[in-house]
């Protein structure tokens, strides 16, 4: 539980002595990345039910100087998520830029599992909020869906048009593969922070074109857009609070 701060006069923001009084921004600033720092560490090691006051502890701040910048528990989140949305458009653009589109896919696919799986923060606020990293409606969601859907469309399309990537793909499988390959991450964590990477190239080796076409055939067909947006609004992420011991 949160030990909530006394309540006192902030703390005063002004220039050095003998300068105009103003606040300093650049110190605001600085803490702020204090405390966002300080919150993926926590966060990476206790998950998003880590408290503010472990975040400011580990910032080295006054508790009150983190309740100034950050109200609640979700304003820090909302803020981590807003960094999340900056990392992922610059996996984006590095897939976009790779001279060859399955090597962008493979980069794409591997860069955003990475990061998550050595992030147990990171983790819990993808899953947390991943119907707004990928439907329309929150100003948020749709920018990432602006973001990356254009650059996955035509990484698929130039794949299959280099012959690397099967011909029967759709770009919402690869959307749908890569949150699946999340619940492994989540799944192998207490082990290992890397074994998702075994599970991962089984899914890469699926997805590769073969040359004399012998893929198994995809029974079911592809979600479109909208269908991809329906599954998103009902998915819950297995049960956060269930029991996950093996029987």
């Known amino acids: 539980m949160e030990t909530k701060p006394q309540v006192t006069a902030p703390e005063p923001e002004v220039a050095e002595i003998g300068g105009p009084s103003r606040p300093l921004r650049r110190d605001a600033e600085r803490n702020r990345r204090l405390i966002l720092g300080a919150a993926k560490s926590v966060f990476a090691r206790r998950g998003l ?96 869906r602006e973001m990356v859907q254009p650059m996955l469309y035509d990484l698929v399309h130039r794949a299959q048009r280099e012959g690397d990537l099967r011909p029967d793909v759709a770009p919402t499988d690869i959307g749908v593969l890569l949150i699946a390959s999340v619940g492994v991450v989540e799944f192998t964590a207490p082990l290992s922070s890397t074994a998702w990477r075994r599970h991962l190239a089984v899914v890469l080796d699926g997805l590769r074109s073969r040359p004399d076409g012998a893929s198994a055939p995809l029974v079911e067909p592809a979600l479109d857009d909208d269908e991809m947006d329906a599954c998103m609004a009902g998915w819950k992420y297995g049960t956060q609070q269930a029991d996950r011991r093996r029987a």
């Open 49 to 144: 039910e880590a408290s503010l006051d472990e975040v400011a502890k580990e910032a080295g701040l006054g508790v009150g100087t983190v309740y100034r910048r950050f109200p609640n528990r979700d304003a820090l989140i909302d803020a981590l998520f807003d960094d999340m949305v900056a990392s992922i458009k610059l996996i984006a653009e590095h897939a976009s830029a790779e001279p060859r589109a399955w090597d962008g896919l493979v980069y794409f696919m591997t860069a955003m599992l990475e990061t998550q799986g050595h992030d147990k923060g990171l983790r819990d606020v993808m899953i947390a909020r991943e119907q707004d990293l990928i439907t329309c409606g929150p100003e948020k969601g749709s920018t990432v």
